[in-house]
């Protein structure tokens, strides 16, 4: 079974400091790894999307990285705000077409201190 | 609407009732998938619709569980026999087939079994 995992499974930091959450998955014939915000109450809003061949993407202050020989994705923040709490899910797709779903951690529930 | 909408937002229902979940998802979008997010389970994939077929229905939990989906766009979930492990939160996402993996989320049905 195709496995994803998140550590930490929870963070809080203070404000403006840069962090790190990590992601690992079990099988590396991936064709994507997405990262995705999840506020409370609320649906999932994608962050940013990765291909297979890609090392990394940026979007902002979030930068994230794919290294699929070793099966691990980053998700970097920098100079963190009050308003970047919120849980953070990894999800791989192992095929495209998008005829298989998405396959979640269980994401890191961070905390930014004001 | 712009997103992807479901309804209702909220559900609560008494075990051995049957439910039924809404999904609208952006106009356009061919794929459809819908996700389960239970309490320390992360989020589970269900099944994904390609226009009005879902090849695939084997990641539905049980055969009390049953979706379909009409004219390409809304779908519905039905939940037969409603059990207190039914209780979770019930995402709906879509994805313009024609280009890109992104999956845009909806706000989800969270639903409650007494």
């Known amino acids: 079974k195709q496995e994803v995992t998140q550590i930490p499974a929870a963070l809080s930091v203070p404000e403006g400091e840069n962090l790190v959450l990590n992601c690992s998955f079990t099988?590396?014939?991936?064709?994507?790894l997405q990262w995705f915000r999840q506020d409370p109450g609320k649906g999932l809003t994608s962050l940013l999307l990765?291909?297979?061949?890609?090392r990394e993407q940026t979007s902002g202050r979030l930068n994230a990285s794919l290294d699929k020989s070793s099966g691990r994705s980053t998700l970097y923040i920098a100079a963190s705000q009050p308003g970047d709490s919120a849980t953070y899910l990894c999800?791989?797709?192992?095929?495209?077409?998008?005829?298989?779903?998405?396959?979640f951690g269980k994401g890191t529930h961070l905390i930014i201190q004001p | 609407g712009a997103g992807v909408s479901q309804s209702p937002s909220n559900k609560v229902t008494e075990k051995g009732k049957d439910v039924e979940l809404r999904c609208d998802p952006i106009s356009g979008h061919t794929a459809l998938y819908w996700y389960r997010q239970s309490l320390g389970q992360g989020l589970e994939f269900l099944i994904y619709f390609q226009g009005n077929s879902a090849p695939d229905k084997s990641g539905l939990p049980s055969d009390r569980f049953s979706a379909e989906r009409t004219g390409g766009s809304v779908s519905t979930l039905t939940i037969q026999r409603t059990q207190q492990e039914d209780s979770a939160v019930y995402l709906c996402a879509s994805r313009f087939a024609g280009g890109g993996e992104t999956q845009y989320f909806g706000p989800g049905t969270r639903l409650l079994v007494l």
């Open positions: 099988d590396s014939a991936i064709y994507n």
């Open positions: 990765i291909q297979s061949s890609q």
């Open positions: 999800a791989v797709l192992y095929s495209g077409g998008g005829a298989d779903g998405l396959t």
